[in-house]
């Protein structure tokens, strides 16, 4: 079973996004735990500080090294003495998150998803205590919690049992390096717009067929990208 930790100052914010739909089910069932764990837990102060002033000035404040690291080594274990679990870091610096880093994430016993605030966290946490930084992309949060809970949810439905018909990951966009094709429910036609015929032939062969050249063609169309990195941009 995959077991992530969570690690943050908002614990509260965790709450209703634990116990609904797919995640909530896959953690009543055991296939996942996730546990969410007050970062102020780890303080030595009356105030419980977090945070304090950047050294050569700047503005705004710096989450301190002492809470984040003993907290990261009471959950993960030291990395001196082989630690127990993957940290990560949620982080506009980081490499950002992508299908196939998540399927490497899937594949991990243990997470421990550190949740940024502030300007930042002091370098020295990410230097003794951190495995990797990730970023959901370029734009910048108040925190950490809601890339942390993007990687939850994205890892969770790759956990082997998450999801009822396991075929429903193989068709998603990003598993073969394109975006997923068109897809279409009842009615037959709405407000003059009909569903292709092909997908109400019963034709197996070219409903697949089908759905393959739509997947390359809105591909081709809104990220080229993926597929020059495939080598398969003039295909």
């Known amino acids: 079973m995959l077991r992530i930790d969570v690690i943050t100052i908002f614990p509260e914010l965790f709450g209703r996004f634990l116990e609904a739909s797919i995640l909530g089910h896959a953690r009543r069932e055991g296939r996942i735990a996730v546990s969410v764990h007050d970062l102020r837990e780890w303080t030595r102060d009356r105030h419980r500080t977090v945070d304090d002033i950047p050294y050569g000035g700047g503005p705004g404040m710096v989450m301190k090294p002492e809470p984040l690291v003993e907290a990261i080594e009471a959950i993960a274990g030291q990395s001196s003495t082989g630690r127990e679990g993957r940290v990560i870091l949620l982080s506009p610096q980081g490499a950002r998150l992508d299908q196939k880093?998540?399927?490497?994430?899937?594949?991990?016993?243990?997470?421990?998803l550190v949740c940024g605030r502030y300007e930042g966290v002091d370098q020295r946490v990410i230097d003794l205590a951190v495995d990797e930084e990730i970023s959901i992309g370029d734009f910048v949060l108040s925190g950490g919690e809601i890339p942390a809970m993007v990687v939850i949810e994205a890892v969770t439905r790759l956990v082997p049992g998450v999801l009822g018909n396991p075929r429903s990951v193989e068709s998603e966009s990003f598993q073969d390096g394109?975006?997923?094709?068109?897809?279409?429910?009842?009615?037959?036609?709405?407000?003059?717009?009909?569903?292709?015929?092909?997908?109400?032939?019963?034709?197996?062969?070219?409903?697949?067929?089908?759905?393959?050249?739509?997947?390359?063609?809105?591909?081709?169309?809104?990220?080229?990208?993926?597929?020059?990195?495939?080598?398969?941009?003039?295909?």
């Open 101 to 112: 880093k998540v399927a490497e994430f899937a594949r991990e016993r243990h997470l421990v």
């Open 178 to 235: 394109r975006l997923e094709g068109p897809q279409y429910t009842r009615p037959a036609e709405y407000r003059g717009h009909a569903v292709p015929e092909v997908l109400r032939s019963g034709d197996h062969g070219e409903i697949e067929r089908w759905r393959r050249e739509k997947a390359l063609e809105r591909t081709k169309r809104r990220r080229p990208d993926l597929l020059t990195a495939r080598g398969e941009e003039k295909r």
